[in-house]
Structures are given as C-alpha cells and as structure tokens.
C-alpha cells in the first residue's frame, strides 16, 4: 500500500534558470528545501519545476538506462548479456535476464526505478494542480504557456504510469480487457496522495486514456503552430526565455501524447482506436514531413547513430549518457574493452536476415567485435561533437518513434486493409536502407512475425520490445542465458513489486 508520495522540486535559492541546454536542466531537491508558495509564484517557477521532471526522468534510475538499454532490454534478452562487465549496471542487467528479480544485487535496482518514477509522478500531479489555478498573467506566454505546462504534465503522469503498468501487471492480452478483477499498482492523479489502493489493469488504462486525451485536447492548440521539423524540435542552442515553448521534441508535444494513444490504445487491445489515433499522425506526416526518416546513410557519419529525425519525443541526457556508455563497455576505466554490452553474432545474423548488407541498423548502429562472434551496439557510443547530428545524438533517449506509429497502424488495421498495413511496413523498411515489398504476405502470423523482427532492429537499447512480446502473449527469443525461448508467464514477465512499496 502506498500511504503517501512525496514531491521532489527544484530550489530558485541555489540555481539560477538558464534555457541555454539542457545541460543546465535542473536537479531536483526535497521539497521542504523551499515553500511552494514561492516556487508557483512566478513563470520561472513552473519552468523550472517543468524542466526538472524532464530531467528526473532522463536519469540513469528512469530512462537514462533502467528503463531503456538498461534492464528493460536485458528483460527483453536483446544482449548476449554475460559478456557485460559487472561495471555499469551490468550485473543487475545480467539478473533481470536471468530473472532473478529478487537477487539482492538487482532489487535496489528496481527499488530505486520504482520510487524514481512515482516521484515523477507526484511532482507532474502537483505541477498540474498548481497550473490549473495558476494566473495566466505570470507567464511570459500568458494563458498559452500555462496550458502547455498543464497538458504536459497530465500527459507525463499517464505516461509514466502506463509505463508501471506494463512492468508491474499482466497484459490484457494474457487474460482479456476487463475480464481480470486482480489489482496491482494504482492510479494516482492528485497531490498529495496518502493511501493510493491497487487496481485492476482494466481501471488504470481507462485512467491512462483519459489524461492521454486531456493532454491531447489540451495539447493540440498548444502545437497549432510549433516548428516540428527535425532541427526545430530538437534545437537547444538558442538562449531565450522564448525557447521554453520551442524544442518540442524534447517534450511531450501533441504528436507524442498521440502516439502514446496509440501505443496504449494498443496494448489495451483496441485495434480501432489505435488506428484512429496512428492515422492522425501519418495524416500529418504525409502533409507536412515532419517525421519522416532520413533518405540516405549520410547521417550516420556526421553522428546521427541514433537516426533521430524520425523520433517524435526524445528525453535530453547531459553528458552523463554517453559516460554510461563507456562505463559498461569499459570505455572509462583504463580496463581493456575486453567484455561488451553486445548481440550474440549467430542471433545477430539470423535477425537481420537477407537483409543484414542494406539494413543502415546493422551496417551502423553495430559494431563487430571478435570477427563477429557478437556485436556491439553503437547508440549510446560518444559521437563527434562537431556536428549538430553528433551533439543531438549525444544527448538524446529516444522515447516514441514514428516507425513505432507504423508498427501500430499496421497491425491494427491488417485484418481490414492488408495492403495499407503492408505499405507501412515496407515504409519503415524504406527509411532504413531497404527497398522490399511484401505483396505475398496475406496471413496475420506470419505479418506479426515481420512486424516483430523488424522492430527488435528498430528499438534495440530502447526499452520497448519486451513490451511487444508482453503484449501480444510471445516467445522472448532464447539468449545466452537460455537454450529455449522463455514463456510469457506472469512469473517471468511481471515484476514483484518492492517489499519496500509502502515507504515511498
């Protein structure tokens, strides 16, 4: 039971609010450091509480790695995991693979996750309550900054705990929407919150729904008229009051409440509801270009390795993510780089298939090591700071995709239109280097499969495969760890939650 979360903003008293990078994105501090009167008294006052969620949330605690590269995608068995050195987070990745969830080197892990994100969530309830009855007038973007600020923050709690829910409880689709009257996390939307009770998956998605379509409705307006193209939305070198309305990809923009939709939409198993809210975006798309991927391999050597221009909402790392990279790969502490965070070379070539000399996800996201024994991936690898691509990339967690949108868009509207679902495959095949049609697939199986394998390429040291899996009732693919593919029990793919729950 969870008796009571504390928030955790950020003190004007020790910082000045400087928009210059996202380097300069705050810490956060016990709130008993200020009064919250003083905090909500001004425009930088919700700025800064703003931005200090962001960066909670890029944390190597959040999606600085645990809920990315980190155990999300040692859960998924997307490494050849023995091979990562204990450095790192590597031993607590090497037990989530094992899972080991109650080994006592990885349980302070996820402790730490958990009360990590429930405190995301408390700040983003307090900030919505505060920006509901907040002046306009205290805002240099009046009435328009303060509703940016409001549907951000409904949004990131439904985001975060749609998160929790897909960690911490069954998917629908093992039992059936609605038809489980089990409870297992709650539902928290005010602040402060003493006794929050568990509930059931069905209830918190009907919750999660209704703040995604708040922020949405609330959203829309807000991006009416923002620059989404690529180096717009991921701008962060202007310094101005102004640019804390601009850089929307580095929040939570209308696009990215949508996507988020249709992801949860998905996972809830409406497939008509998750077309709907995907065709919105590739509706958009097809007008304006906004996320459309990149038409040639040139990126990737001024330092786009995370091929970002198609991504729709990004978290911004400081110069920690990158140092998490060579930390586990032993980049960092003079040791030879003998062990790697890697792909096993056999599963690494069956994967990628006939398509392993075209695909730019293995001729440049992978590095072989050992004459391909394995591979290492290269997302999070340090790129040259000389460009803006490789500044970007530095920098950037990728959190929606618009592959991703595809992927959803195609799924939910196979049995219907096959030859749509088809076309946004081959799409997402096309903005990776690959020329291919799949004109000859007719039966569902054998297109999920498709899906599937080709978004285990696409969000490898994302975080975002294993909820694939989960969600459609799958095989984990064996690992080193495993001979066999691993059952989607709940045993195996739904965490215990801390023993510590009630200290949060």
Known sequence: MIRKIYTTFVSF????????????????????????????????????????????????????????????????????????????????????????????????????????????????????????????????????????????????????????????????????????????????????????????????????????????????????????GANARFNIETVSESLFAKSRGYRLNYYAVT?????????????????????????????????????????????????????????????????????????????????YLCLDGDVAKELYGDEINSDWRFKYQLEEKYYGFYYRTLKYNKQTESTNEGKTNNRMLPMIRMSEVYYIAAEAIFDTKPKEARGYLELVKKGRGISKKFDNVTNKSEFIDLLVNDARREFLGEGQIFYMYKRLNRLIPASSYYSSDILPTDENVVLPKPDSESNI
């Not at 490494?79 to 969830?101: H, V």
């Not at 996507?259 to 798309?285: Q, T």
């Not at 110069?319 to 003998?338: P, Y």
């Open 13 to 228: 008293a020790f910082v000045v609010l400087t928009l210059s990078s996202c380097s300069d994105w705050l810490d956060l501090y016990p709130s008993d450091e200020i009064k919250e009167e003083y905090l909500f008294s001004s425009g930088d006052g919700f700025r800064t509480a703003t931005n200090g969620i962001y960066r909670k949330m890029a944390t190597f605690n959040l999606y600085g790695s645990n809920l990315t590269w980190g155990i999300m995608d040692a859960w998924a068995q997307s490494y050849y995991i023995d091979q990562a050195p204990s450095i790192g987070g590597g031993t607590a990745m090497r037990n989530m693979a094992a899972l080991q969830f109650k080994n006592t080197e990885l349980v302070p892990v996820t402790d730490a996750m958990w009360n990590a994100a429930w405190n995301v969530v408390a700040n983003c309830n307090e900030l919505a309550q505060q920006a509901a009855k907040a002046d306009p007038n205290l805002f240099s973007g009046l009435d328009g900054e303060r509703q940016m600020i409001l549907g951000e923050a409904i949004g990131l709690r439904a985001f975060i705990q749609f998160d929790l829910l897909r960690i911490y409880a069954p998917s629908p689709s093992s039992v059936g929407f609605g038809k489980d009257d089990r409870t297992f996390i709650p539902y928290v939307n005010v602040y402060p919150s003493y006794v929050n009770n568990h509930q059931t998956v069905s209830y918190c998605l009907e919750q999660i729904i209704a703040d995604l379509k708040e922020a949405q409705r609330i959203l829309k307006e807000v991006d009416a008229t923002s620059s989404m």
């Open 259 to 339: 996507a988020e939709l249709a992801r949860v939409f998905l996972y809830a198993g409406k497939n008509a509801e998750a077309y709907a809210e995907a065709k919105k975006i590739i509706d958009e798309e097809n007008k304006t270009g906004y996320f459309e991927a990149s038409t040639n391999s040139s990126g990737f050597r001024n330092g786009n390795m995370k091929m970002y221009n198609d991504i729709i909402f990004g978290l911004y790392s400081s110069k920690e993510l990158v140092e998490w990279d060579q930390e586990i790969n032993h980049g960092s502490d003079g040791a030879s780089e003998e062990n």
